[in-house]
């Protein structure tokens, strides 16, 4: 395998969710995935911390070149994920965005600008360009914040949320259990969020969310390995839900939050409408300050990891 190919053959994950898989050294060097996995989020941004920019990083201010690669490769990027080929990282775009810390548009000399600093701090070659090693270094970091430690919940550690809460209110009660502390702090996000009325959710007299309203209500929360297992028998040839064996939302810490478009729906067509919605954007800039944390791949799901709220 040629070293061009290997970096575009970024590492399938599970579509279930699951923490991806390492690369192999065909991949990406070693050193170079430590280095970016392992760069502590800065105060101010979820951006690992960036060395200083060098002349070769500035010079992509004036740099075309790259502008125009990243307005190719946003769309025609050829990857894989769950076995499945993909196809440009147009989708993640806020996230990356927020990762490099700027809100420069892709097709500017500007975000080329910020990416080659990213880069730089991250390890690899500071080109402005969004290619096929700098997205798996992305990935890497997105997946690394995620729920690792998959402990299962004691009884007591679950609270079961009112049936108003959730997308669909007639969800049996066995599936609208949520971790306590993770739910205490859906629910200062949530106030967070109706406060910020250019949203414009709608909510009741007591500053709730309406039955009317849909937005960020909760999808799916904790579900046990009993209720999987279940699924597994029932459906073998489910998708995602049925086949997942180590799924992020036996924690009781992944929520499924309703963001638009069809709900948990992973073509792209779908995502593209999820991406674009103003609660989702508001996801990506805030929800880190409530210790919730994207699985990039899917714009509903959100993991909570208390020892980083900020």
Not at 27 to 37: C, D, F, L, P
Not at 80 to 102: A, C, E, H, P, V
Not at 238 to 256: E, Y
Not at 282 to 294: I, S
């Amino acid at each position: 395998m040629t070293k061009r190919k290997a970096s575009l053959a970024l590492v399938a994950v599970l579509a279930s969710g699951c923490i991806a898989t390492p690369p192999t050294n065909s991949q990406i060097n070693t050193a170079v995935r430590e280095r970016v996995v392992n760069q502590p989020p800065a105060n101010a941004s979820p951006a690992p911390t960036a060395a200083p920019a060098t002349n070769a990083a500035e010079n992509f201010v004036v740099n075309s070149v790259a502008v125009g690669q990243n307005a190719l490769l946003a769309n025609n990027l050829g990857w894989t994920f769950g076995g499945k080929s993909q196809r440009g990282w147009r989708l993640y775009t806020l996230l990356i965005n927020r990762m490099i810390n700027t809100e420069e548009n892709i097709n500017t000399n500007r975000f080329a600008a910020a990416l080659a600093r990213w880069q730089q701090g991250a390890g690899l070659a500071p080109s402005g360009v969004l290619d096929g090693d700098t997205l798996y270094g992305m990935i890497s970091v997105w997946q690394s914040r995620r729920i690792k430690d998959r402990i299962y919940p004691h009884p007591r550690q679950l609270i079961t949320a009112p049936a108003s809460e959730f997308y669909d209110p007639t969800r049996e009660v066995e599936l609208r259990q949520v971790e306590r502390e993770a739910y205490n702090a859906y629910k200062r996000m949530l106030a967070a969020a109706i406060a910020d009325k250019s949203l414009g959710l709608q909510t009741t007299a007591n500053n709730e969310l309406a039955a009317s309203e849909k937005r960020l209500k909760i999808i799916s929360s904790f579900r046990s390995r009993e209720y999987q297992e279940r699924l597994r028998r029932l459906s073998p040839g489910a998708g995602r839900a049925g086949l997942a064996v180590n799924s992020p939302h036996f924690t009781g810490r992944a929520l499924d939050l309703y963001v638009g478009g069809d709900p948990v729906e992973t073509v792209d067509w779908n995502r593209a409408i999820q991406v674009k919605t103003s609660v989702y954007k508001w996801l990506v800039k805030n929800a880190e300050r409530f210790g919730f944390h994207p699985y990039y791949y899917e714009p509903w799901h959100w993991e909570y990891i208390p020892q980083e709220v900020k």
